[in-house]
């Protein structure tokens, strides 16, 4: 399955941007069938979880840093999942990747995520 990002862009600290994802291929709708998430990779960092949802969307997990300001949800008949994200802060500057996971139910562990889509930069200036 291949998954592309996208909706990045550059904000004001306090904007507001939802990104995209969407699955294509054959086994896109494989995807349905499993937890999705969020992780971004910011300058100088190790990649890091944001967010995750299962596979029906009745679950969701979020980072410490980013709870109460992100919102991940997802379309399964479109194979989608979305990240909105308000109260944007300099701090959440990076590059965000979608994820596919091997599981049913989200996971903050990076080794859980077996499909990647290739990224869209985030930009949030002060």
């Known amino acids: 399955v291949q998954l592309q990002a996208f909706g990045g862009g550059l904000v004001q600290a306090g904007g507001s941007l939802r990104l995209s994802c969407a699955a294509s291929?054959?086994?896109?709708?494989?995807?349905?069938?499993?937890?999705m998430g969020w992780f971004r990779q910011g300058p100088g960092k190790e990649r890091e979880f944001v967010a995750g949802?299962?596979?029906?969307?009745?679950?969701?997990s979020y980072s410490s840093s980013v709870k109460g300001r992100f919102t991940i949800s997802r379309d399964r008949a479109n194979n989608a999942i979305y990240l909105q994200m308000n109260s944007l802060k300099p701090e959440d500057t990076a590059v965000y990747y979608c994820?596919?996971?091997?599981?049913?139910?989200?996971?903050?562990?990076?080794?859980?995520?077996?499909?990647w889509g290739q990224g869209t930069q985030v930009t949030v200036s002060s």
């Open positions: 949802i299962s596979w029906n969307g009745g679950s969701t």
């Open positions: 994820a596919a996971a091997r599981t049913a139910v989200p996971s903050s562990e990076y080794n859980y995520y077996t499909s």
């Open positions: 291929g054959r086994t896109a709708r494989t995807v349905s069938n499993n937890a």
